[in-house]
């Protein structure tokens, strides 16, 4: 059976334990190893990855990657993950699950800078690189074992030593002949985990999963599922396209031929940005429509910055609130030409917050674009907003500055 050595990257028909080439144990031995072409790449708790990296001193200790008592875990290490604490978890029952976890606060500019360079390499793989997240991927290698004088798992096996040795966090690989092949494999072996589904298992292989295991199958969809008699991918995979349409209409055929494996979707690079926010989490519940702009304000800047760096603007805003019972309530105006300015959005979102600000303890409140526009127009001043050139002008200075001094060296006043 096809061998490939995930240390020296050499294939072969070899069946010893070891690589006969340099010895090493990491075999990932399958019969489509040297055929399949598509995969999905996820790196391994990144956010605590990277802080572990620059703490050299926290790689034995449970880290969790969050803020403040009142918030929720962004990400954990695997020895906080052995303990029970999972990203987005409320932070105070992370830490009563692990008490001696080291907490340190998200530094977003950090895991960007490490997720650009890991995807920079991806890219000089293969201009088919499709970005789920910051920290996640899927490549289509279709075509370049003759460019790479390779095939693609041993291209995707030294992409995972090349991460390891200049980014200094590890990945995990899922190879398979579709998108979401590889990505229900890249989940079967982590951390560090290079995992295989073929064409000619995968219906097996999932026939006895639960019908959760399909991304995009929640808890709603679910029950809806249970209620009629599926539970397991197999139950699914038995309907015929007119049985699984009677049954749960126009998306049935989908989901029938999903639970068999199969994936018509491309790797798309183009693959548009479906949302751009920004939110926080109080450290005490927060009453005071006043007290409440401040954190707004902030998190209009944040909004702001983001929409610039990924070549966006706002055509409307949505104001989040979630009130001290876990209500979350959301809000809409649109906005009379396209923006990125943090004044603009501010001044459009504030009139919503006012209307709900009505005595309610709130413990979470965020601002989002919606919807999302081409920023090459934002920000051109009108006849109704003449001085929005110069504004912007002034915020590209401010934030020049920031970036060069640190978000400190210029806050406005409403910001303290």
Known sequence: ???????????????????????????????????????????????????????????????????GTRGVVAACCYLARIQ???????????????????????????????????????????????????????????????????????????????VEREVGVTISVGLAPNRLLAKLAVERDKPRGFAVIGAAEAAGLLATEPVTVLPGVGPVLARRLAAQGFSTLG?????????????????GPTLAARARGEDSRPVDPRRDTKSISAETTFEHDIRDPAALEVPLWRMCEKLGRRLREKGFAAGGVVLKLKTADFALRTRHARLPGHTRLPDTLFAAARPLLAREADGTAFRLIGIGAQPLVDGAGADRGDLLDAEAPKRAARWQAIEALRARFGEAAVVKGRGR
Do not use: N, W
């Open 235 to 251: 139950q699914l995979q038995r309907l015929s396209p007119r049985e699984a349409a009677e049954r749960f209409g126009e998306d």
């Open 84 to 162: 029970g604490v999972r990203s987005a978890m409320p932070m105070f029952k992370a830490l009563s699950l692990c008490p001696d976890a080291v907490v340190v606060r998200p530094e977003m500019s950090k895991y960007a800078e490490a997720g650009h360079r890991i995807r920079a390499m991806m890219q000089e793989l293969t201009p088919l690189v499709q970005p789920m997240s910051i920290d996640e991927a899927v490549v289509d290698l279709s075509g370049t074992a003759t460019l790479h004088k390779a095939p693609p798992a041993a291209v995707l096996a030294g992409l995972a030593l090349r």
């Open 1 to 67: 059976m096809p061998t490939l050595c995930r240390d020296c990257l050499r294939l072969s028909d070899h069946p010893a334990p070891r690589c006969p080439g340099c010895g090493g144990r990491r075999l990932l031995r399958h019969a489509e190893v040297a055929t399949l072409s598509i995969a999905h790449i996820d790196c391994d708790a990144f956010f605590a990855s990277v802080e572990k990296r620059d703490r050299p001193e926290l790689r034995a200790k449970p880290l969790i990657v969050g803020g």
